[in-house]
């Protein structure tokens, strides 16, 4: 059977520091080595939520405050038609400033309530100046994934590696699982231990780096969750040669003194 799939790539010019962009680079070369079609569609400011709905998979990336608030107003508009989609369970990977988004509000350095999409359970806070970034490598152990174990998972890639810089710092509702568990760095909020957010096919993170380069793995889980989604079936991937990135996970991971 041929697959095909369209990547709807949110705010592509505003929202794409810390080389997010690599993440639909990542997916689509990982597609097209399979075989499958992929169209990637640029989804700028203005875009009409019919394009939006035409998407089997969301990717939007972080961006600075300036960005964010231009995006924010338009974003707004499209909320009940990107809620829909995220209840049906289209996947999506959203990543610090998308993922902040998400959330009900987010709480300024001023004290500020700005407000956010309320699709996610949870809410994001900016202690402000005196509090210091969360900026460094991090390191997470996945969590289960929509039913998929970590005895499911090949040996090695339970764990993400990635880079994190973030001022706010995101607390999970009852109603939203966090991503992973930190080993190594700050993640949500520096407290608790948790990094990102999972609802049902929808995650967020503050994993840059790109993360998903860097963790092939979980980009052949979005591949995956949105070829299953989109025709209703069990979708078996074949592999691929990851010698190289395994390479690079087991440097970084040395690094920070974990094991794989």
Known sequence: MNYTLIMGWLYPELMSTYGDRGNIICLKRRCEWRGIEVEVKKLDLGFKINDLRKCDLLFMGGAQDKQQQIVSEDLMKKREALKRMIDSGIPGLYICGAYQFLGKHYKGTNGTIIPCL???????????????????????????????????????????????????????????????????????????????????????????????????????????????????????????????????????????????
Request: aromatic share 6%; proline share 4%.
């Open 118 to 260: 309320n699709i996610l359970d949870l809410h994001t806070e900016n202690p402000g100046e005196n509090h210091k970034r969360l900026i460094g490598n991090i390191a997470v152990n996945l969590v289960d994934l929509v039913g998929r174990t970590h005895e499911t998972y090949e040996v090695g890639t339970k764990t993400l590696v990635g880079f994190e810089n973030h001022g706010g710092r995101t607390y999970l509702g009852k109603n939203v699982r966090p991503f992973g568990k930190v080993l190594v760095g700050f993640g949500n909020n520096g407290q608790d231990k948790t990094e990102g957010a999972i609802y049902k096919n929808s995650f967020g993170s503050y994993l840059h780096g790109p993360i998903l380069p860097k963790n092939p793995h979980l980009a052949d889980l979005l591949i995956k969750f949105t070829l299953e989604k989109k025709y209703a079936s069990p979708i078996n991937l074949s592999s691929l040669d990851d010698s190289l990135e395994i390479k690079a996970r087991k440097s970084i991971a040395k690094r920070l003194s974990i094991d794989l």
